[in-house]
C-alpha cells in the first residue's frame, strides 16, 4: 500500500458517533487542533440501524417544570452538552421514547452546526505507534497526532464459547420483520437488552420463545442501573408468567447442533442441580451483547482488555492502563464504573467527557481544572452546595461516580468549588499533586458531594422511610453525602436526607409548580418549612469544619456514618 498523504494533529477522535461529536465539540471550544475520523458517510451512523426496533429507551421527558437547561438535563436523557438551547434534543423530538432515526439527524445536524472537523468514509485499518501515533486508513492515508482518543464504542458482536454458536443468527443482522418468525419456535440466547427488545418484537408470531442465560434478570428499578432490564422491555415477561408459551430460562447453552431440519440445543438448568435438557427450535437467535473491537491495534499500540475482553482498561483519567496518551470515550468509559452507573450510556458518558476534555487541558495545555472561589463561610459553601445538588446533571445521572470537589485555603480564607470530577480521579490525584496549585490545602483535607442510592432490602415499592433528618444515612433514595478525605484516606460521611422532588433548595428558588408543600420532620413545629432543614443541617456542619484546623469528627447533624 503506497503512502497518499499526511496529517498531523494533536488530537485525533477515531468515531463519529455521540461520544466523538461531543469531545470534537469540547476540543473546538477550546481551539484545539483535532481531527475525528469515521468509516460511516455519516456521524452518527450506528444509530440508522440500532436499536432494530428502531425505539430508544433513553428518556427525553419534554415538560419538567425547570427553565434552567442545567435541570432539564436530568431527564433529557440525548442531547449532547452545548452552549446553544436550539440542540436540546426535545426540538427534534417529542417522545418520551424517541425514535432511533430522529436522533441520528440531530447528531449530523449538531455537527454541521457547530462545524466540528470531521472526515468520514475514512475506514481505519491499522494503528501503531512509535513516539507519536500513526493511524492509516483503506487508501493509504496516514494521519499522526500526539493524543489518540477511540470513541468507537463497542462496535462487533460479543460471540460466547458454545460449540455450535456459529449456527445461530446474531441480532447485529438476522431478519427482524416479524413474519419471518411466524409459528416458529424460536431460542434467544441473551436477557440482556438486545434479547428482551427482540422477545418483545417477536411475540405476536412466533409459536414460542424461550430467553435463556447462565444468570437470572437484573431489573434496573432494582439495582438503579439504566443498563439492566427496564420496565419498558418487561411485556414478554407477561407471556412467561401467565403461562402464555413462552418462558425464561435460568441454564447454560452447552451445545447446538443442526439435526433432521431443527436445532437440538443441549442445557444445564442453573437452579435445578444441575439438570439437563435438550430443547428442539426453528431458529437460534445470539443476542449476547456486544464487544470493543481491538483488531486495528497493532503490537505496538494494542491495548489491555477486560470484563471477558469486551472493554480496554483504564485509568481514572480514561487513558489506557497500557498506552499513554490513548484515551478512550464513550460507552468503553463504563469499564470503570461497570454495571454501576450510567457511563455505558449518553446520558452519563457526555459528562464523562466534559470532565475528559477539563483534565486534557490541565495535563497538556497547562490549564487549571476550573472551580469557582467562594468565601471562607459556611452560608457561602452550603448555598453553592444546594444549588449544585438541586440542579446539577452530573451528580444526579453518574451516581457515587461523579463529584463536586471543596478544597479549604485557610491562609486566603477562602474555598475552591470543583464541579463534576470522577471520584476516583480525585482521590487518585489528592494522593500525588493535589488540586489547588499543585498542592492541597492546609491539612491536606477536601471534601466530595456526591448524590447516591441507599441501600434497598426487598421490594424497592415498599420501602420504609425515616422522619428523621439525623438518620439520613438510611434513606433508601437517591440522596447526597458529604464526604471529608485526607489524601485518599475518607474520615468522615455526611448523608443528607432525601427529597421526593430531588430538590434541596428554598421553596422560593425550586421549580415551577413545584409539589410538595408541606413535609413532617421531626423537631420540627411548622411543617412547610421542611426545606430549611437541609439547609441548616448543612450550615451547621460546615462551621464545625471550618473552624476546626485539625482534623476533626462533629457530631451527628445531617444522618452521619463514621
Known amino acids: 500500500m503506497t503512502v497518499k498523504t499526511k496529517t498531523e494533529v494533536d ?157 445461530t443468527e446474531n441480532y447485529f443482522d438476522f431478519p427482524f420483520d416479524p413474519e419471518e418468525y411466524v409459528n416458529q419456535r424460536v431460542l434467544i440466547i441473551g436477557k440482556g437488552t438486545s434479547g428482551f427488545e427482540t422477545a418483545n418484537h417477536l411475540t405476536e408470531t412466533a409459536r414460542v420463545i424461550h430467553l435463556c442465560s447462565p444468570n437470572s434478570i437484573k431489573f434496573a428499578w432494582q439495582t438503579h442501573f439504566s443498563g439492566h432490564l427496564r420496565a419498558i422491555n418487561t411485556p414478554f415477561l407477561d407471556t412467561y408468567i401467565l403461562k402464555g408459551q413462552n418462558s425464561v430460562l435460568d441454564a447454560s447453552v452447552e451445545k447446538i447442533e443442526y439435526k433432521n431440519g431443527e436445532y437440538l440445543v443441549d442445557m444445564c438448568f442453573s437452579h435445578a442441580d444441575g439438570q439437563k435438557a435438550v430443547f428442539a427450535y426453528d431458529r437460534v437467535l445470539c443476542c449476547t451483547g456486544f464487544q470493543f473491537d481491538s483488531s486495528i491495534f497493532d503490537d505496538t499500540c494494542k491495548p489491555e482488555l477486560d470484563i471477558h475482553d469486551k472493554f480496554p482498561t483504564m485509568t481514572s483519567e480514561w487513558e489506557s492502563t497500557k498506552i499513554a496518551d490513548m484515551y478512550f470515550a464513550g460507552t468503553l468509559m463504563q469499564v470503570r464504573d461497570f454495571d454501576k452507573t450510567n457511563s455505558n450510556v449518553i446520558h452519563g458518558f457526555r459528562f464523562n467527557i466534559k470532565a475528559l476534555s477539563q483534565i486534557l487541558e490541565q495535563k497538556y495545555h497547562d490549564k487549571q481544572l476550573p472551580y469557582n472561589t467562594l468565601p471562607l463561610q459556611s452560608q457561602a459553601i452550603v448555598e453553592k452546595l444546594i444549588e449544585r445538588i438541586s440542579t446539577s446533571p452530573e451528580l444526579f445521572l453518574q451516581q457515587g461516580f461523579l463529584c463536586d470537589l471543596i478544597v479549604f485555603s485557610k491562609s486566603s480564607q477562602t474555598a475552591n468549588y470543583y464541579e463534576g470530577l470522577p471520584v476516583d480521579y480525585v482521590r487518585d490525584r489528592a494522593s500525588s499533586i493535589g488540586f489547588s496549585n499543585g498542592d492541597l490545602a492546609e491539612n491536606d483535607q477536601y471534601y466530595t458531594i456526591t448524590l447516591e442510592f441507599g441501600k434497598i432490602e426487598g421490594d424497592p415499592f415498599s420501602v420504609k422511610r425515616e422522619k428523621d433528618p439525623d438518620k439520613a444515612y438510611l434513606s433508601a433514595h437517591i440522596h447526597p453525602i458529604v464526604r471529608r478525605f485526607t489524601k485518599s484516606s475518607l474520615l468522615y460521611e455526611q448523608h443528607i436526607y432525601e427529597h421526593l422532588e430531588n430538590d434541596w433548595r428554598p421553596n422560593q428558588e425550586r421549580g415551577e409548580k413545584s409539589v410538595i408543600r408541606s413535609l413532617e420532620f421531626i423537631g420540627q413545629s411548622d411543617y412547610s418549612q421542611f426545606q430549611s432543614t437541609y439547609a441548616q443541617k448543612l450550615i451547621e456542619f460546615f462551621e464545625q469544619e471550618i473552624s476546626f484546623t485539625e482534623p476533626f469528627v462533629p457530631p451527628a447533624l445531617v444522618g452521619s456514618t463514621k
Open 11 to 167: 488530537y485525533l477522535i477515531i468515531g463519529a458517533g455521540a461520544a466523538g461529536l461531543q469531545l470534537a465539540y469540547f476540543l473546538e471550544q477550546n481551539q484545539r487542533n483535532y481531527l475525528v475520523l469515521d468509516g460511516a458517510e455519516k456521524p452518527g451512523s450506528f444509530w440508522h440501524k440500532f436499536p432494530r426496533h428502531r425505539k430508544l429507551i433513553s428518556i427525553n421527558k419534554v415538560y419538567t417544570g425547570y427553565e434552567e437547561r442545567e435541570s432539564q438535563l436530568r431527564w433529557d436523557w440525548n442531547s449532547l452538552l452545548c452552549d446553544d438551547d436550539q440542540f436540546s434534543f426535545s426540538n427534534y423530538s417529542k417522545r418520551y421514547f424517541p425514535d432511533a432515526g430522529d436522533y441520528a439527524q440531530y447528531l449530523e445536524d449538531f455537527s454541521k452546526h457547530f462545524q466540528l472537523k470531521i472526515k468520514c468514509g475514512t475506514k481505519i485499518v491499522k494503528i501503531s505507534k512509535n513516539n507519536q501515533f500513526f493511524v492509516t486508513d483503506d487508501q493509504g492515508h496516514v494521519y499522526t497526532c500526539r493524543r489518540l482518543i477511540i470513541a468507537t464504542g463497542v462496535s462487533k458482536p460479543y460471540i460466547p464459547d458454545i460449540p455450535g454458536i456459529e449456527l
